[in-house]
């Protein structure tokens, strides 16, 4: 018989040989991806997506969230004003998270993955790293780092570079424009004022890795996606897929993205044909139609003109690279802010010859936006220029050409200085 101390002593010296739970790199581990689809906010149009990893040791399962922020920051509206906006990345319950986002009517659906236990371990502890204090905030950005580009590259370290090796280079479906507005469509005018502030940088081809910056474009590539173990066995990734919740009476992401200014040219041609009309009834009674005139002149220069400041602000004070180079600046720029006094003083000026003055600058203003539109339709026509701005071109286009010709057309009849 072996003494009761040796046998401890043998015992203890063997373990190490045998593993203690926590030396077997993953085996506990259970890794998913959760998608969760889009939700009410602007900010939650485009989904949601998180890493979640179950211990069956523990029976917990912890919910990595790269998508968290906080309207309570310190200077947090001033730096998203300024794209310098800092996201975070927390550990929580999983179940609690699914309870919420099932509470707020939104799609959940959890995929398996089945990598080799080690893989699971180094993504564990990866995972572990980011959510320290140190290391849990990140700036973020629309297009390039995001809660879905940090699961996208996550899921690469799980199968060792094979996801980004098969995607990395392969020809996506859209354009960012293209893949931002699939997910606008069902708010006109949301999505013509995104599409308005995005320059041309977001219209260049881009890869199915970069089109990752969705979630559910992650999840619509990782279905189907093989890789080969460390043992050289190919494998599918996705192991299983279960629905937890649907949202109801959500509008659909659109498959493909709809043509641009379907709503937006008939749109400017009623406004055009409103101030045609309100211009003729002028010519004839001209006091209360002058002052109605001149307001719709001081509202478009209102609306635009703002635009334009906010635009110009975005391009050149601002970290929001994605609006960068846009040739909309050409029509749509602050200088229509001035159309905002000179329609007022137009429509109710004392005098012909303030009214004449105000004229004749609101002719200018619209001038230029006129010929500057048409510049930005111009200039396509070089290898250099390739911004699908039809949208807020084919909206511009018809008042900015009757607003160009009618004051001076009016006036010649004498309905309008003399008043």
Known sequence: MIPRKLLFILLCLLAPSFGYPEEKSGEYLTLKIALIGPGDELYFWWGHIALVIEDARTGKAV?????????????????????????????SPAEGNYRIYAATNRDITVYTLDVA?????????????????????????????????????????????????????????????????????FSPFMDWLLNFLMGQGIDKPITMWEEMFLPSEIVRDLRDFRYRDPAGEERLLVEREEVLHRARNRPAVLEAPRTQGLWEGPVGLVIAGALLFCGLLARNRPKPYRLIFGLSQSLLGLFFGGGGAVLFFMTFFTDHDYTYHNSNLLYVSPLLLAAVPLGWVFGAGKTPKKRFFAEQLLRAIWTYMFFGCILSMVIKLFPGFYQQNQATQVLTFPFALTLSFIPTWIGRKGGIRGS
């Open 63 to 91: 919910f990595y969230d790269y998508g968290q922020f906080s309207f309570e920051n310190k200077n947090f509206f001033t730096n998203f004003a300024l794209g310098r906006l800092l996201y975070t990345c927390g550990a």
């Open 117 to 185: 236990p080690e893989k699971r371990e180094e993504v564990r502890k990866f995972a572990e790293h980011n959510v320290l204090p140190e290391n849990k905030d990140y700036y973020y950005h629309h297009f390039r780092d995001n809660c879905a580009t940090r699961i996208r590259d996550i899921i690469d370290l799980a199968v060792d570079g094979q996801f980004k090796e098969r995607y990395g280079n392969a020809p996506g479906r859209f354009t960012l424009r293209q893949h931002v507005r699939r997910h606008t469509w």
